[in-house]
């Protein structure tokens, strides 16, 4: 099967997700329609990461992030006509949507070029909780809602997901993102090999306004005075200078495995994000035997099981947590093991690729129903 994945920005979440999926469906061809953000990752090193014979790339030039009336009827036509030879050519079987820009303009030049029953749609994040004003994300809302008349099949990442589509009278379906356990450095493990006495918080990823680098700061500075408390953010981006705190430490973009051992070895992973799918960051924190602290969001709720950590609503709760969690190291040892037992039986990365293969079938083979 010839498996056409359309992507605006081929960075952060997605990379880990894309080679993932390259890798656990080898007998399928995947062709990448990407756009990128040099800023973030270079696309050559993107490329390296994907090993795997099964997969070619295609760039989609004009794509970008944020709306632009010009440049997206330009990212359009683009779209309009690198579809269009693939399906001249044969070479289009399924065509598999990531993203706002990515679901929105794909599913209108699919219904073009009559191939909407032939469409899956991976939001990861609803786009309508994202926005920065209750206007905007009513706008999305109803971007979203006129893109599904174009036809697909809505995947969510997450149930919290689900249900904000489902409310927005957007049908939809999960299959929860997964990883993969057993190849995850054990908290523990990583402990043992880093020296630290600090009661080190850390998060990773992309530092853009997504992840709320103001509340982090904000959490830290509070922190301040407390000579034991460290926090650490594992990643780079456009927003760091809003990361002011004295005891906040920016590492930049590491390589994996080093990246890996320093959240491992720390106390407590925490994310500030204010909207998630389901953040791949996270599930590795869960697979270190890490506990958690997240914000109360789309997409983080439903890493949490009220064993494995806690969720926050606003920093004064996110400092209170921290504090409790300081003062009791054997909780959060308890804690780590719940994150470890929860991600193993629930965040199977198996059983995330066999449900995108029946799905994948489903679209190709009319006639057979898709089955979880």
Avoid at 156 to 173: L, T, V
Wanted: with cysteine; aromatic share 10%.
């Amino acid at each position: 099967m010839r498996i056409v994945h359309v992507i605006e920005p081929l960075a952060g979440g997605m990379v880990t997700f894309m080679t993932s999926l390259v890798e656990n469906l080898p007998e399928h061809t995947h062709l990448i329609v990407h756009g990128n953000r040099e800023h973030i990752t270079p696309l050559l090193e993107v490329k390296k990461q994907f090993r795997s014979p099964n997969v070619k790339f295609i760039r989609w030039a004009s794509a970008q992030r944020s709306p632009h009336l010009k440049k997206d009827v330009k990212a359009f036509v683009e779209l309009y006509t690198i579809l269009k030879r693939l399906k001249r050519k044969n070479l289009l079987d399924v065509v598999h949507l990531h993203c706002s820009k990515g679901g929105f303009l794909g599913r209108m030049v699919c219904r073009m070029l009559g191939l909407q029953h032939l469409v899956i749609y991976t939001p990861n994040g609803a786009p309508f909780m994202a926005g920065s004003s209750p206007i905007s994300n009513y706008l999305y809302k109803i971007l979203e809602k006129t893109a599904s008349l174009f036809g697909g099949q809505v995947v969510c990442c997450s149930p919290s997901e689900q249900q904000a589509y489902n409310k927005a009278g957007i049908k939809a379906i999960t299959i929860n993102n997964g990883i993969p356990y057993k190849k995850i450095i054990r908290r523990e493990v990583s402990r043992n090999k880093v020296n630290n006495n600090n009661f080190m918080v850390v998060t990773s990823g992309r530092i853009v306004d997504q992840k709320n680098p103001e509340l982090f700061n904000t959490i830290a500075l509070f922190f301040e005075d407390f000579p034991d408390f460290e926090f650490l953010w594992v990643g780079d981006g456009d927003a760091k200078e809003k990361l002011t705190a004295k005891n906040i430490r920016i590492t930049g973009w590491l390589p994996a495995e080093k990246a890996n051992e320093l959240v491992a070895a720390s106390d407590v992973y925490i994310s500030t994000a204010k909207y998630e799918g389901l953040p791949f960051a996270v599930l590795e924190a869960l697979a270190m035997n890490m506990p958690v602290l997240l914000t109360d969001c789309i997409g983080n709720k439903d890493l949490i099981n009220n064993l494995n950590g806690a969720v926050f609503s606003d920093s004064h709760e996110a400092k209170y947590r921290l504090l409790q969690f300081y003062n009791n190291a054997s909780m959060l040892n308890v804690m780590g093991q719940h994150s470890g037992s929860y991600c193993k039986k629930n965040f199977n990365l198996a059983d995330t690729f066999r449900r995108y293969q029946h799905l994948y079938q489903a679209c190709f083979m009319p006639g057979l129903s898709y089955t979880t």
